[in-house]
């Protein structure tokens, strides 16, 4: 490779539109799962060990809505090792928090497994969506540019 070359970028458009869009799905599908789950179960008791359960939840929950902003720290400080490597920092910023805030959501669905009920997630789901709008807004010109069709003829060399 030449001397100031960047590498191609390792995640083809089709591979981020997939990523994104099935992050941002989830919080609007999951509380309606735990709906069926809770519905489906009506009559058995809760696990014992469901308030356990809620303050592990609520733990990995919030470690993983506040990760990403630590991520995206580290990757600014760190871009052009990221660049090296063939990853666009802003993209994995996005991907990494869009991981993040489902979290809260998927725990909430966890816990409708063993007992909870589906209210919590809704509220959870509700958690998540605020914190994508954060991550997406903050990212829009990343999301513009992996779902501009000009900007995929030229990233995928068409």
Same mark, same amino acid.
């Given at each position: 490779?030449?001397?100031?070359?960047? *590498? *191609?970028? !390792?995640?083809?458009?089709?591979? =981020?539109? %997939?990523? &994104? =869009?099935?992050?941002?799905?989830?919080? =609007?599908?999951?509380?309606?799962?735990?709906?069926? %789950?809770?519905?489906?179960?009506?009559?058995? *008791?809760?696990?014992? #060990?469901?308030?356990?359960?809620? @303050?592990?939840?609520?733990?990995?929950?919030?470690?993983?809505?506040?990760?990403? @902003?630590? $991520?995206? #720290?580290?990757? !600014?400080?760190?871009?052009?090792?990221? +660049?090296?490597?063939? &990853?666009?920092?802003?993209?994995?910023?996005?991907?990494?928090?869009?991981?993040?805030? /489902?979290? *809260?959501?998927?725990?909430?669905?966890?816990?409708?497994? /063993?007992?909870?009920?589906?209210? #919590?997630? &809704?509220?959870?789901?509700?958690?998540?969506? %605020?914190?994508?709008?954060?991550? $997406? #807004? !903050? &990212?829009?010109? %990343?999301? !513009?540019?992996?779902?501009?069709?000009?900007?995929?003829?030229? +990233?995928?060399?068409?």
């Amino acid at each position: 490779m030449a001397e100031g070359a960047r *590498p *191609p970028l !390792r995640l083809s458009t089709l591979k =981020l539109r %997939v990523m &994104y =869009l099935t992050l941002l799905v989830q919080p =609007l599908l999951l509380p309606l799962y735990s709906s069926l %789950v809770e519905f489906g179960r009506q009559g058995r *008791p809760p696990a014992g #060990w469901l308030g356990t359960a809620r @303050f592990l939840a609520a733990t990995f929950g919030t470690y993983m809505l506040l990760g990403p @902003f630590v $991520c995206e #720290w580290v990757y !600014r400080k760190s871009a052009e090792r990221v +660049r090296e490597k063939g &990853y666009d920092p802003s993209e994995m910023a996005l991907l990494i928090g869009l991981a993040g805030s /489902i979290q *809260p959501v998927m725990m909430s669905f966890l816990l409708v497994l /063993i007992g909870e009920s589906a209210k #919590w997630a &809704y509220i959870a789901a509700l958690i998540s969506l %605020v914190s994508e709008g954060h991550w $997406c #807004w !903050r &990212y829009r010109a %990343v999301l !513009r540019r992996v779902y501009s069709s000009s900007a995929n003829s030229k +990233r995928l060399g068409m």
